[in-house]
């Protein structure tokens, strides 16, 4: 079996090479990471710590400080909730992803692509 990554709402990340490994994870309140990724690193709050140059976040102007609030229109109250929303994505899919910078609320289209 080839390892799994898994995340939890703190962006915490856990790696598991069986079965029993994940459950367990699951169990804790952690979530498979998925195939495809917006670009960004965010923390728990939802605020943008970084954006990954190139990629669809940085393509649709996905800022530093902005603050993730939906994707698809779907609220995003934890890490988790964004993780289960792109684990039904795949790459090349749009997300509408909505952010809060300053007092406006902005949503762009993002890209999805592969995680590497």
């Known amino acids: 079996m080839a390892a799994t990554l898994l995340v939890n709402d703190e962006g915490k ?23 495809v990724t917006l670009g960004i690193r965010q923390a728990a709050t939802g605020e943008i710590l970084s954006v990954l140059p190139g990629s669809g976040a940085a393509q649709a102007g996905v ?26 994505k795949a790459p090349g ?3 509408q992803m909505t952010v809060e910078r300053g007092q406006e609320h902005l949503t762009l289209p993002v890209v999805l692509k592969r995680r590497e």
């Open 63 to 88: 800022q530093v400080g902005d603050r993730l609030v939906a994707l698809d229109g779907i609220p995003i109250a934890r890490l988790t909730d964004g993780v289960r929303l792109l684990q039904a």
């Open 13 to 35: 990340v856990a790696q598991c090479d069986d079965a029993a490994c994940i459950e367990a994870q699951q169990l804790a309140g952690y979530v498979p990471v998925p195939a």
């Open 93 to 95: 899919n749009t997300v």
